[in-house]
């Protein structure tokens, strides 16, 4: 199947899709029942036809997929198939500015739409609905600023008694119904968290500060609409001390999100801003104090203070998340620089909140609250509430500027100014049915947000048919079952199609010997099991392939195949045996008597030459071969094997012109009178076009065509094309011009060789000449031709 081929590519996920294949098919092996039959999935269906079930298949064999069950027989009016629908309840429209230019109140204004829906869920089926969210303009905000009042702070206090005026005037550009109110938080009031002398009880703070006695946390000034009694109250708080670097806050943070009552939260946008220049205590510190007993998410403030705070532990980060979540409190951390990166992973813990770095006099709180509203309010993400025992949701978003995405991304849309609508594709799925059986309950808001839509899940969990049961029918075997849906479910010890025996005479072997093929060993061929003297098949892991017949002894899956195709792809297996559809034969319906993929060319079965066997041809004639016995590797071309009667019967010439009228008379002539005039290819379907030469060089044109009623046309061209003869005397003048011509060329090139030779000898020479040098001394074997005589005996006188 799919889900197992698809395994090698993506084990994961194919592994899941596999597991669910398996359950399905488990459930519908074993479904009794049109109730259990379509809590196996969405595609299964049950036959209630009362003839459907052939002899020797199981009960739950009328449960299976719609597609297989019309192909078993199982009409379409007789399948019970049960679908989920989805139903408005609540749809008001979507809040449009003002109404009638009437300020509108909390309660009258709707930014989500619709509000409450019915659901009827089969299993594995999803209902899909689109909700709407539209971001309201002049939308009332309540915000409370939540401050540590540690002796680090004193310094931001002085920044904040102002706040409440100044803020006022900011937020009165966003909203004209906006309120403020103010809360302070320290510590625990016992060991070690602050010191619990006597002295230290009333003032914290050295003996030259004056301060006001520790406290865990305390609701200074509920939420109003007036600034200025903001700032008269925050103007007389005082600073108090603990000895610990973290502080209480989540305590304070715990009783300003479970005492909407004392704080004054309406259903609007609820703002909770927590102010600190230190970490945190959460869960756990308790114990420093022995303090063991875990936070119990309740109110508890007399007189505006928290009265447990030496009593409870400090809350966890999950019990915080739960609790603000619940009375949709947005909050925003406003903390000093030091603290930013633990408060920025305490903000990935808690949705829609946000964190703003606060300067060191909390001189920039308003512009930090500014920033911080309208970057948690430009963001929706919605949120459901737990859902019921295999109830699954999923989110498709569809934001601004087209931008879409789904899973965990699909919940949410960003960057969604006053005035803009998206839209979230939702889909419920349920698995199967509750335990009870009952509706359930859920709900889906953004978070931040009091405004919710209401789902009530109503689960299918039985076909319409069940209602008209008949209990005790006698066709049950006397009353021992209800007949339902076509089926007869059995009373509590019965079984059997039709609940025919008692569990205690299964298997008794009396009514084993009627489940044995002429009266052999082997019970029901070992395809079934014999129930009550009467075999029932087994059912094959592939829900296409069944057992059938009295003794189990038939099935549609061992029939001959062809092209490794059950009956060639043309035929249905029925107890072993193909029965082939219309045009097809064989053992395996793999002979088909179409004759069309038999024609050849010229329309004939197999060029007559030869017989269509089961769509192919078989050639008669040996030259012949090919898928339509049109190739003769043998045979001479068409145009040369008519050649000679064309020839003869169109000019009188040629090999055949005395024996023309005895061996040419298998085709009708047609002259023409030029080429040009012949049939073109376009003129008939199936056309030779021929050119030959005849005894004298020149060339003739024909056609040869075979028409539909196997007639043989030729159509020749009585026009002649002959080579004319050569003109000898250009002939001639040419040659002996070529002759000359090559003549003077090559003396010219001798010439050029001499001079070029001529050239060289005489450079070579003045070359020499230059080079020569002559000797200006005496010749050796020179005498000189005077011959003097010196006389010894004289003396010169």
Not at 711 to 728: K, M, N
């Amino acid at each position: 199947m799919a889900a197992v081929w698809n395994l090698r590519k993506n084990p994961k996920k194919s592994l899941t899709a596999l597991i669910s294949v398996c359950f399905i098919l488990d459930v519908l092996a074993s479904a009794q029942s049109c109730g259990e039959c379509i809590q196996a999935g969405e595609k299964c269906g049950w036959c209630i036809d009362k003839d459907f079930l052939k002899q020797g298949e199981q009960k739950s064999t009328r449960c299976d997929e719609i597609e297989a069950l019309i192909k078993k027989g199982c009409s379409e009016a007789s399948i019970e198939n049960p679908r989920g629908t989805v139903s408005v309840n609540k749809n008001q429209s979507l809040t449009d500015r003002t109404k009638d230019g009437v300020k509108l109140k909390p309660d009258q204004i709707t930014q989500i739409q619709p509000q409450k829906l019915t659901l009827n869920l089969r299993s594995g089926e999803a209902q899909t609905f689109n909700l709407i969210f539209k971001r309201a303009e002049d939308y009332p905000i309540d915000l409370y600023y939540l401050m540590d009042l540690s002796y680090s702070m004193k310094d931001d206090l002085e920044n904040v008694k102002n706040l409440g005026t100044d803020l006022m005037a900011e937020m009165q550009k966003i909203t004209s119904d906006f309120r403020i109110g103010f809360g302070s938080f320290v510590e625990k009031t016992v060991m070690p968290y602050i010191s619990t002398t006597p002295a230290k009880l009333l003032n914290p703070c050295t003996s030259d500060q004056n301060c006001t006695s520790p406290f865990s946390y305390k609701n200074v000034l509920s939420l109003t609409s007036q600034g200025s009694q903001f700032n008269n109250l925050v103007s007389k708080q005082q600073i108090s001390g603990n000895l610990d670097s973290p502080e209480g806050g989540f305590d304070a943070i715990m009783q300003v999100a479970v005492c909407p009552n004392q704080i004054g939260w309406r259903n609007v946008t609820r703002l909770l801003v927590f102010s600190t220049d230190a970490g945190f205590h959460f869960a756990g510190d308790g114990k420093l104090g022995g303090i063991v007993l875990p936070n119990d998410g309740k109110c508890h403030l007399q007189d505006n203070m928290y009265t447990m705070s030496h009593y409870y532990d400090y809350p966890s980060i999950a019990h915080l998340v739960q609790k603000l979540s619940e009375n949709n409190i947005q909050t925003i951390f406003a903390v000093t620089e030091e603290f930013q990166p633990v408060y920025q992973e305490l903000k990935n813990l808690i949705p829609k909140s946000a964190v703003g770095t606060l300067s060191s006099d909390s001189g920039n709180v308003i512009k930090l609250i500014i920033d911080a509203y309208n970057s948690l309010s430009s963001e929706i993400i919605l949120e459901n509430s737990r859902l019921p025992e295999g109830v699954s949701i999923s989110y498709i978003s569809h934001c601004k500027n087209g931008v879409s995405d789904k899973g965990e991304n699909g919940r949410k849309c960003s960057n969604i100014s006053i005035g803009d609508q998206v839209m979230f594709e939702v889909a419920i799925t349920a698995k199967g049915c509750p335990s009870n059986g009952k509706s359930e309950t859920i709900k889906i808001k953004p978070q931040g947000f009091t405004e919710e839509v209401e789902i009530v899940l109503n689960f299918i969990c039985e076909c319409a048919c069940h209602k008209e049961g008949i209990p005790n029918s006698p066709v049950c075997h006397f009353g021992n079952g209800t007949l339902e849906c076509g089926a007869c479910r059995c009373n509590e010890g019965r079984i059997g199609r039709v609940c025919e025996c008692s569990k205690d005479e299964v298997r008794t072997d009396d009514l084993d010997a009627n489940c044995r093929m002429d009266n052999g060993t082997d019970i029901c061929n070992n395809n079934g099991d014999c129930v009550c003297g009467a075999c029932e098949c087994k059912k094959r892991d592939n829900p296409e392939e069944r057992y059938s017949g009295k003794f189990c002894e038939c099935d549609n899956f061992n029939c001959d195949r062809s092209n490794n195709k059950l009956c060639g792809g043309h035929g249905r297996c029925e107890c072993r045996k193909c029965i082939c559809e219309a045009n097809y034969t064989g053992s395996a319906c793999d002979c088909s008597l179409d004759t069309s993929t038999c024609l050849a060319s010229n329309k004939q079965i197999c060029n007559g030459r030869g017989t269509c066997e089961c769509g192919t041809c078989k050639c008669t004639d040996l030259k012949f071969q090919g898928p339509t016995c049109e190739i003769c590797p043998t045979c001479p071309g068409v145009c040369t094997e008519h050649k000679d009667c064309v020839q003869c019967q169109a000019f009188g010439t040629g090999e055949k012109k005395d024996t023309c009228k005895e061996q040419c008379n298998k085709f009708i002539l047609v002259k023409k009178k030029k080429k040009e005039e012949l049939p073109q290819p376009n003129d008939q379907p199936y056309i030779n076009h021929c050119k030959e030469r005849d005894a004298n060089d020149c060339w003739f044109f024909f056609t040869y065509a075979t028409k539909n009623d196997s007639t043989v046309e030729v159509h020749v061209a009585e026009e002649l094309e002959c080579p004319s003869g050569p003109d000898i005397i250009p002939i001639v003048a040419g040659v002996v011009a070529g002759i000359v011509l090559i003549g003077l060329a090559l003396l010219l090139i001798w010439k050029l060789l001499m001079i070029i030779h001529d050239r060289r000898e005489f450079a070579k020479f003045e070359k020499e000449k230059m080079n020569a040098r002559w000797d200006a001394g005496e010749n050796p074997i020179y005498k000189s031709a005077v011959t003097t005589v010196v006389n010894p005996k004289y003396e010169g006188k």
